[in-house]
């Protein structure tokens, strides 16, 4: 399995006309049905003024830590059981290590790993398994929090 994986063209992260958000989101997890998963989830517009321009997926800690590095996305959502290195490590590092690191969803195992998550410095937590009302929400939460000029591009 490959590091990354863009499945659609990336544009314009700014919000759109008419209040629109628009979003790129990196999507990190070492099972693919997981990533499956999220994306069918959420869609590509889980709210009328929030669309997902584009996900980028990852397979490995070195791809995500690479594409935030780089400033291709907006806003994350980390597996936290993925291995080698999971989500909630993945986060607290790149919130150590990146300068104004773009928010991060990590998704936990159970209900009660939420003190990981505030552990990680997440901006937002879903445990699994996750309903799709519950995941896009979480999204949308994050996404509508940004910063009108967050993407700088």
């Known amino acids: 399995m490959t590091g990354l994986n863009s499945e659609t063209a990336t544009a314009s992260s700014d919000t759109t006309s ?13 099972d693919r049905s997981i990533r499956d998963s999220v994306r069918l989830a959420v869609g590509r517009r889980p709210a009328p003024d929030v669309e997902v321009e584009s996900w980028l997926e990852c397979a490995t800690a070195p791809a995500v830590i690479d594409a935030v590095r780089s400033g291709r996305v907006d806003m994350l959502v980390l597996d936290g059981e993925a291995a080698p290195l999971g989500g909630l490590g993945l986060c607290r590092q790149l919130k150590h290590e990146v300068f104004d690191c773009p928010p991060v969803i990590v998704l936990t195992g159970r209900p009660q790993d939420a003190w990981l998550a505030s552990w990680s410095y997440a901006d937002a937590a879903v445990s699994q398994p ?13 996404a509508r929090a940004l910063p009108g000029d967050s993407a700088g591009h």
């Open 130 to 142: 996750f309903d799709a009302l519950t995941m896009a929400e979480a999204l949308v939460d994050v």
């Open 18 to 30: 008419g209040g629109r958000r628009s979003v790129r989101v990196l999507l990190f997890s070492d």
